[in-house]
């Protein structure tokens, strides 16, 4: 099995700074990405940002050009750096993970437990 453990959220002022962190472990072979969603009450969860293990990203449009979204490949872990917050930010972010576990190749998919991030105005 795999955990996803992130850290991070908490409550900022409109126009402040958040970064997220979400750390994977367990049966880990490769883990081909790892991304950050968010789901605001009353909405469907929406992608925020991902990041293949080439290095390669995609961001959602909302939040282009304020979240930066990195991944240190060593230590499993990936990042979002949350910059110019705006109280429509507010949600819960969850991690997501598709993870190799063995040479077999097999793909799996993993959520956190999720973490709150709230914006004041």
């Known amino acids: 099995q795999v955990q996803l453990v992130e850290a991070g959220g908490g409550l900022v002022q409109t126009g402040g700074s958040l970064r997220l962190s979400c750390s994977a472990s367990?049966?880990?072979?490769?883990?081909?990405?790892m991304g950050w969603y968010r789901q605001a009450p009353g909405k469907q969860r929406e992608l925020v940002a991902t990041?293949?293990?080439?290095?390669?990203?995609n961001t959602a449009g909302p939040v282009t050009g304020r979240f930066t979204i990195s991944r240190d490949n060593a230590k499993n872990t990936v990042y979002l750096q949350m910059n110019s917050l705006k109280p429509e930010d507010t949600a819960v972010y969850y991690c997501?993970?598709?993870?190799?576990?063995?040479?077999?190749?097999?793909?799996?998919?993993?959520w956190g437990q999720g973490t709150q991030v709230t914006v004041s105005s």
């Open positions: 997501r993970s598709l993870v190799v576990r063995s040479s077999a190749g097999y793909q799996y998919e993993y």
């Open positions: 367990g049966s880990i072979f490769r883990i081909n990405l």
């Open positions: 990041i293949r293990d080439d290095g390669s990203t």
